[in-house]
């Protein structure tokens, strides 16, 4: 009798469960749109050779809403539903991130972004390698905190590398990127870039020269905002993200300075010297007669 009141309650709480709204595309068929999206996007970029904006965009999610007969209503209402519900569209995008690189390999692509001699260089990320930054907050921010290892050594060049790909409708692309290395004498060295445009990213600091310890690596990726745009219209249907991938920190082995060898002084005996200093004073008052 308890198996079936557990049965019974088991069915009731899956019946209570949130689903996905009638006229609203589920999690899998959100998905194969957007995917389809990024595809039709970098294929007429790739073609093009520059970025595709305003009517291009329209016209590419239009194509694509066609393929999938998905009428544009029903987009624009399931688009704003998982913007409401960020964390389906993060968990869609998670996947979609994954699905991207896997396509990328299929293909004969190269994935892992690696610049550096391998034979120096570590690589040191352990967080996730794939994310999606949205303009939704907490998801348009992604930080990490990395502790050296026994690898690290002083005098390590840290570098941050990865691959961004912008899925843009409208507005300003921005992908800020902060990195902050913490030495031992509790000094801190920082350096911030800007991506605005597809592809490879690298940010670097240097320690070959002081050749500090490291003791701890922070920083941070950020898909900025529009200035025009606010907590009042964020949940648009207006498509603002950026899939960041082959996430890497390495850090580089480098040599230390070469020291500049002084040149030996010969070292001259006193008493030659005052002997020789006697024989040039003499030489010099010495006159020569006809």
């Known amino acids: 009798m308890k198996q079936i009141s557990y049965v019974i309650l088991l069915l009731f709480v899956m019946a209570c469960a949130p689903s996905v709204p009638s006229g609203i595309l589920q999690k899998d068929e959100m998905e194969d749109v957007l995917y389809d999206m990024h595809i039709a996007q970098s294929i007429y970029e790739t073609r093009e050779g520059g970025v595709a904006t305003g009517t291009d965009l329209l016209a590419l999610r239009a194509s694509v809403l066609r393929k999938h007969d998905v009428d544009k209503a029903v987009w624009d209402s399931s ?14 995008y998670q996947s979609l991130a994954k699905r991207i690189e896997r396509n990328v390999i299929a293909l004969g692509g190269k994935v892992d972004g690696f610049q ?20 939704q907050a907490p998801y348009n921010l992604f930080t990490f905190d990395v502790i050296p290892d026994s690898t690290f050594e002083d005098g390590d060049r840290i570098t941050l590398q990865y691959d961004a790909q912008f899925i843009f409708q409208d507005g300003m692309r921005d992908i800020a990127t902060f990195l902050a290395v913490y030495y031992d004498n509790d000094s801190i060295a920082t350096v911030t870039s800007h991506s605005n445009f597809d592809g490879h990213g690298i940010v670097t600091l240097n320690n070959d020269v002081n050749r500090l310890h490291v003791k701890r690596i922070k920083g941070y990726f950020l898909l900025v905002q529009n200035l025009t745009q606010n907590s009042s219209n964020a949940n648009t249907t207006t498509m603002r993200l950026a899939a960041i991938r082959n996430v890497k920190l390495l850090h580089l082995r480098t040599e230390p300075p070469a020291v500049k060898k002084e040149e030996p002084v010969e070292k001259v005996d006193s008493l030659k010297a005052d002997s020789l200093m006697k024989d040039s004073i003499m030489k010099s008052h010495i006159t020569v007669k006809n």
């Open 116 to 135: 550096g001699s391998e034979a120096d260089t570590a690589n040191v990320w352990k967080a996730e390698d794939a994310f999606i930054l949205m303009q």
């Open 79 to 92: 688009f704003n539903y998982y913007c409401r519900n960020s964390r389906d569209m993060y968990d869609i």
